[in-house]
């Protein structure tokens, strides 16, 4: 029995995991067929922080599953204005939404937030703090790519300090049995984020010989802004896949962001042309994008289905 | 009124009681403690089994009025005070408007004075409007009877203007109490730099935002010479930092408040705003560390830092909950259960870190039950045990990280001057059940 909600993928076990995985990659193999699983279902998408694709790609789930969407997006400016997380989030269970899908910048906001409806609610996002669908369509990708996870190392590099992504890897890429590398400044990698079993460094040169996947996080503009980086290009200097680095790769490494990529900071132009052209196979930021659909399909499916036996 | 307390068992370390006592009160003060006082034309109260103790004096509370009525008023703010044991609070002046002027300290007096319950001694601002940008009228409101100075709350990063206003406080005699934080460390953190607080994704308020002030801190005292405190102090680092202060000959007091002494960061898992407090709760090291610098006599007070907020405020997300807890009603208790059964300190050192120590540095009486002295006291009942219930606090607040816990201690009698304020956890003037005080003693010589 899989939980009610999914903020966090700790309350999944890997066998409930596996079950999503295993829905997703049926999912792509019958892409094309019309399925039913959410028809006269009312899906409530409430996105309180910009996002194109998570959004994009939640929408076009619960289309491909004959489900109804309700779209809530506040204005930027009416969180300010007193727009209410509590109350939208009751008006829309009210209004007759099966199940919400939520992003916000705040985190430990859905833990309590959730606890106020009885419908699914489902995380697109929480701040810094999950973002559990992420992380399961990059290790679908994964497995679909052909890389056996256990006894891998993932490398990942860039925010770690502000990422959900890295946050929700913590537990995914050690469940399903791969060692995880953290790479970063020290301003964006404390020591005290580092989980348990997890190894990390401040030089990427050192361990990026030791990775079967390069994971790349985006690191904002905001951060320069805030004063944490002297600047992006002193952060793509010391940290970004640039041709001279990408010798250092094992020669089956593959690549992974979850998008939007920052072109010429957390990898440079040429290495993408490089791996698009030659290894288009080692450069998953397109499948990881496709496989989102699937992945998000299958949640909506396992979770609304499971609670309707 | 005249009364006779027999049967109790009195601890005052600063006159070196320990043991069964009789304490006559005439009128409000003490009038005679002595072993067997012998044949007295008084009422007796009986206290058998219990330990009375000087009343506890808290020099760090927010009393929230004016300006924050919805979250604490001067009457329950005293009510929860005397039904906590405390007969006397320093309360914080970063209120709406702050304390910065004589006028705000005359309006909290005659409050004070009005709800007649805990004494109440106001802190003023070190500057004005807590805007740490222009020393506050200090003489002023010396004059009105601020008993220190502090910008709680908002530390005053401008390290000449503290200088400057130490130096004014130097002459008045008034301390100098100092929250330490360094914002441009702390910044928009809401929790301690640690396992916990990284892995939830929320912004963090390092060790070291407190310890460079600490360190700051010291330095200026050494130069200035003057009565520092130092309020809530929560990390380690800055404990080393007192450590060298001490072994340097530079004076100063400081604070530890039962939170820090009792939890650590993983309270705030997951996301349990209960547990949100600036500073922020810290790693066991930093526990131990605050421990054993009580236990030393580094850190020689331990205040609340009572932080009253309504319920709703603090059902809110983690990032916008404020930061705070309650602290009066709930001190006692888990300082005597975990702190003192535990053999962590002594019952007598207890109450001069709770007492004795806070009273010195606000230059007021209290902490001493010799006679002629004031008969400020609290009756504790050592035995039974409670569980902490926030719906019965007089307090406005319920914003407490304790709820539930099993403890004992609850003080069962506090006295103001030698009136009775609270009795058996009924508060003058909140209860309407308050007893007629006739009706508990027994005279003299009647069986």
């Given at each position: ?26 999912f ?34 619960v ?15 009416s ?60 290790i ?43 790479v ?126 | 009124?005249?009364?006779l ?12 009681w ?54 604490e ?151 200035v010479?003057g009565?520092l ?30 939170h820090?002494l ?51 405020e603090?059902?809110a ?14 001190a ?108 508990l ?7």
């Amino acid at each position: 029995m899989l939980p009610k909600d999914m903020l966090s993928l700790k309350d999944f076990s890997l066998e409930a995991l596996q079950e999503i995985l295993q829905r997703a990659a049926f999912f792509k193999k019958k892409d094309g067929d019309v399925f039913s699983s959410l028809k006269g279902k009312n899906i409530a998408i409430s996105f309180w922080e910009p996002s194109t694709r998570t959004r994009i790609s939640f929408e076009l789930a619960v289309q491909k599953l004959g489900g109804r969407i309700i779209n809530f997006t506040p204005e930027m400016s009416s969180e300010k204005k007193g727009e209410n997380v509590d109350d939208t989030i009751k008006t829309l269970q009210s209004i007759g939404a099966d199940a919400l899908v939520f992003r916000h910048s705040s985190p430990g906001i859905f833990n309590r937030v959730s606890e106020l409806v009885e419908i699914p609610f489902i995380s697109g996002g929480e701040g810094c703090y999950q973002h559990p669908t992420q992380a399961l369509l990059d290790i679908f990708t994964l497995i679909e790519s052909g890389v056996k996870l256990s006894g891998r190392q993932v490398v990942m590099v860039g925010d770690i300090l502000h990422s959900r992504v890295a946050r929700s890897h913590f537990y995914t890429f050690p469940v399903f049995g791969a060692s995880l590398t953290l790479v970063a400044p020290p301003v964006l990698l404390p020591p005290e984020l580092v989980p348990p079993g997890v190894n990390w460094s401040y030089n990427l040169e050192e361990v990026l010989p030791s990775g079967d996947v390069v994971y790349l996080l985006r690191v904002q503009k905001e951060r320069q802004e805030k004063g944490l980086i002297p600047s992006l290009g002193e952060y793509a200097a010391l940290y970004g896949l640039n041709e001279k680095r990408v010798s250092l790769l094992k020669e089956d490494a593959c690549l992974m962001h979850p998008g939007p990529v920052n072109i010429g900071i957390e990898i440079s132009s040429s290495v993408i042309k490089v791996f698009e052209n030659f290894y288009p196979d080692r450069i998953l930021f397109q499948d990881q994008v496709r496989n989102g659909v699937f992945v998000r399909m299958a949640v909506l499916d396992l979770l609304l289905a499971g609670r309707m036996i | 009124m005249d009364l006779l307390l027999k049967g109790g068992i009195l601890h005052d370390p600063v006159n070196g009681w320990e043991g069964p006592a009789e304490i006559l009160i005439k009128g409000d003060r003490i009038e005679a403690v002595s072993l067997s006082l012998g044949p007295v034309e008084v009422p007796v109260l009986d206290l058998k089994g219990k330990i009375i103790l000087p009343g506890l004096v808290d020099i760090h509370v927010h009393l929230r009025e004016p300006g924050e009525e919805g979250k604490e008023t001067i009457a329950t703010g005293c009510a929860a005070a005397v039904a906590g044991g405390f007969t006397a609070v320093a309360c914080m002046p970063n209120t709406n408007p702050p304390v910065d002027s004589k006028e705000i300290v005359s309006y909290i007096k005659e409050r004070a004075r009005q709800v007649n319950l805990a004494r109440v001694y106001p802190l003023g601002t070190l500057t004005r409007r807590l805007k740490g940008q222009e020393i506050a009228p200090m003489w002023e409101m010396a004059q009105e009877g601020v008993r220190g100075f502090s910008d709680d709350g908002r530390p005053v990063m401008n390290s000449g203007l503290m200088l400057r206003a130490m130096q004014f406080a130097l002459v008045l005699g008034l301390p100098v109490i100092s929250h330490c934080e360094d914002l441009s460390l702390s910044g928009d953190g809401v929790v301690h730099a640690g396992v916990h607080g990284y892995r939830l994704g929320l912004p963090v308020i390092p060790a070291v935002s407190e310890a460079v002030m600490v360190a700051r801190e010291i330095l200026l005292q050494q130069k200035v010479g003057g009565k520092l405190h130092l309020a809530h102090i929560s990390a380690r680092e800055s404990v080393a930092l007192l450590r060298w202060a001490r072994e340097s000959g530079i004076n100063l007091t400081s604070e530890v408040t039962p939170h820090h002494l009792l939890l650590t960061e993983e309270a705030v898992d997951y996301f349990n705003t209960s547990a949100k407090m600036n500073p922020p709760l810290r790693t066991s090291a930093d526990r131990d560390a605050l421990l054993e610098a009580l236990q030393e006599g580094l850190i020689e007070i331990i205040a609340t830092d009572h932080a009253p907020h309504r319920l709703q405020e603090k059902e809110a997300d983690f990032l916008s909950a404020p930061f705070g807890v309650t602290g009066l009603e709930t001190a006692f208790p888990l300082l005597w259960t975990k702190i003192v059964e535990q053999g962590i300190l002594s019952l007598s050192e207890l109450v001069k870190c709770l007492s004795t120590a806070p009273a010195n540095l606000l230059g007021v009486p209290g902490g001493n039950l010799a006679p002629g002295l004031p008969a400020d006291l609290v009756v504790i009942e050592p035995h039974k045990e409670y569980a902490v219930n926030a719906d019965k606090f007089y307090s406005r607040g319920q914003n407490t990280p304790f709820k539930d816990w099993r403890l004992k201690g609850f003080p069962v009698l506090t006295m103001v001057g030698g009136d009775i304020k609270m009795w058996e956890g009924k508060v003058k003037g909140f209860n309407q059940d308050f007893p007629e005080l006739k009706g508990l003693f027994i005279k003299q010589g009647s069986k």
